[in-house]
T-cell receptor, first 109, second 113 residues
Framework: SQTIHQWPATLVQPVGSPLSLECTVEGTSNPNLYWYRQAAGRGLQLLFYSVGIGQISSEVPQNLSASRPQDRQFILSSKKLLLSDSGFYLC????????FGAGSRLTVL | QQQVKQSPQSLIVQKGGISIINCAYENTAFDYFPWYQQFPGKGPALLIAIRPDVSEKKEGRFTISFNKSAKQFSLHIMDSQPGDSATYFCAASKGGSQGNLIFGKGTKLSVKP
């Protein structure tokens, strides 16, 4: 079975600062990887997905970017955070069944 | 455009009661309908899923009912327990892949002892 590690678990950052959230996957190779954002009352919003190293698809235009430098590593970044970037960020992996990590809670002040 | 509409937003049920959460979809190309359960501070986990070739699927106390003509599906939790208190998300995808799951907005369920 797959295990997804996300860090940091919580993060408080000032507006305009950079961001890097990391996700690594164990127990599988060449997984499909996803970044979701969960805001209160708005469900789960797919931000990025990747089917392989260096292959990133963006679902919504935003202040964020994603990279996949290794097969089982997925990184969510921003050069300058906005207040609206606050939320709960979830990394997920899978094809027929999605496995989610425990999430990273970002607060932008 | 919201393709999967979920209701209610929140639900309070007494222990032993039946919890019912409803979802409606618009895209008739959807062919996979999972439900995810999320406890506070955790990521969602797959609870149960159904494909449109069946009208009902049951796993323990959890049942999905599916109405293809109405484009609706629902989750029933029988004999609800305080441990079932969580947020539940319905979702839909097409092409048999979960790569582009469309999630509902979620239902926060509280089961009172």
């Amino acid at each position: 079975s797959q295990t997804i590690h996300q860090w940091p678990a919580t993060l408080v950052q000032p507006v305009g600062s950079p961001l890097s959230l990391e996700c690594t996957v164990e127990g599988t190779s060449n997984p499909n990887l996803y970044w979701y954002r969960q805001a209160a009352g708005r469900g789960l919003q797919l931000l990025f997905y990747s089917v392989g190293i260096g292959q990133i698809s963006s679902e919504v235009p935003q202040n964020l970017s994603a990279s996949r430098p290794q097969d089982r590593q997925f990184i969510l970044s921003s050069k300058k955070l906005l207040l609206s970037d606050s939320g709960f960020y979830l990394c997920a992996s899978g094809a027929n069944v999605l496995t989610f990590g425990a999430g990273s809670r970002l607060t932008v002040l | 455009q919201q393709q999967v509409k979920q209701s209610p937003q929140s639900l309070i049920v007494q222990k032993g009661g039946i919890s019912i959460i409803n979802c409606a979809y618009e895209n008739t190309a959807f062919d996979y309908f999972p439900w995810y359960q999320q406890f506070p501070g955790k990521g969602p986990a797959l609870l149960i899923a159904i494909r449109p070739d069946v009208s009902e699927k049951k796993e323990g106390r959890f049942t999905i009912s599916f109405n293809k003509s109405a484009k609706q599906f629902s989750l029933h939790i029988m004999d609800s327990q305080p441990g079932d208190s969580a947020t539940y998300f319905c979702a839909a995808s097409k092409g048999g892949s979960q790569g582009n799951l469309i999630f509902g907005k979620g239902t926060k369920l509280s089961v009172k002892p």
